[in-house]
């Protein structure tokens, strides 16, 4: 009972100083005013949580595009958030080198963001194409994958990663690998409802190089079909076997190889070297453990010089440090093949690849 008396008293006695400093104008003001702000406070942040989700990245992309095309480099950099252009230094230098090139282009229409893997907070925009200007012509045409995240009180968006890419540090096209946790599921239509280890299965018997019984499409002399669809056997099981000076060897020097991504009605080409070839499939093999590519809708048209070899090809790629496959693109090659009259052997002096992004159908021959 003493106890319950002396809480009581306790009580009694903070409520009796409460109201007597609340009677006290200055202190009921300053009273009212910390409760007040406390109550604004707590309002701002309210609304910022709500509204500030729903600012569209698109506008900030925007930005960023008018940032990257202007020659205001304190643009861009104003985009970025410090503690991620710290860590992320190599990509931020490289991008401020670009401002030196007579225009710049930024092509955002196609964008779509799509939440990082690696984080639920982030936004990537990926594969946003950029075309560099030098003397009034196309130098380059680059991709650009952005990573954004909102940040700060004000929940903002802000620069994570701006990632520079040429068609070289990709596979046969346009896509950066992405390893996922389910089996990945094959690009091609006629193999959209299995897995990949289905589709090796059908596919391989469609690749192999016809025999003689076997129709060959097209209006190319018989001999004429039968030693390029032999070639083009070879060509592709160097390939699938990273035997890069064989696989390099069925190009002339001077070949031209033409690499298409078609986006949105738009056609983005990036044009190699033999040399520049060689290079990108060195990167390529060393990438993945495990290469497979599948030929199918082979036809083959010309006369015994000059032939025009065109198929439906899919790429299917499993990285060196995974045991599933990690990337799949599918679209149309075609290889233009000449009588090399050093060697007197079929070589191919011109390959275009084109690969078609977003489309509701894949092409066909």
Known sequence: MRTFSSAKRVIQSGRTEFMRLYHNPNTRFA????????????????GLRIFGRETPVEAFVERWKEAIESNRP???????????????????ERALKLFNKEK?????????P???????????????????????????????????????????????????????????????PVVVDEPLQSANPAFADRSF?????????????????????????????????????????????KALDKYMSKYAEEAEIT???????????????????REKMKAINKKYGKIEVYISNLQINGDNAVADVGFLQ???????????????????????????????IWKIYSESWKLYKDVPKYPKL
């Open 31 to 46: 009273m009212i005013g910390i409760i007040g702000a406390f109550v604004i406070l707590g309002v701002t942040l309210l």
């Open 259 to 277: 690499r298409v991504a078609v986006k949105g009605g738009k056609e983005y080409p990036v044009r190699l070297t033999k040399a520049q070839l």
């Open 104 to 112: 710049v282009e930024a092509d955002i229409s196609g964008i779509a």
């Open 74 to 92: 304190e643009l861009y950099q104003a985009l970025w958030d410090s503690t991620a252009r710290n860590q992320n230094w190599e990509q931020h």
């Open 197 to 241: 280890q289905q589709v090796s299965k059908t596919a391989m018997s469609q690749t192999t190089p016809p025999d003689v019984s076997s129709p060959i499409a097209g209006t190319a002399p018989l001999d004429a079909k039968l030693k390029l669809s032999q070639v083009v056997g070879e060509w592709q099981t160097a390939w699938q076997e």
């Open 114 to 176: 799509r939440t990082d893997l690696r984080d639920e907070n982030r936004l990537r925009i990926e594969r946003i194409p950029v075309t560099l200007y030098q003397d009034g012509e196309i130098l380059v045409r680059l991709f650009r994958d952005l990573t954004v995240e909102k940040k700060g009180v004000w929940q903002r968006w802000r620069l994570i990663n701006d990632e520079i890419r040429d068609e070289l540090e990709y596979p046969e096209a346009t896509e950066e």
């Open 314 to 344: 899919e790429f299917i790629g499993t990285l060196a440090s995974g045991s599933r496959p990690a990337y799949s693109d599918y679209g149309t090659k075609r290889l233009i093949f000449m009588i090399d009259p050093a060697e007197g």
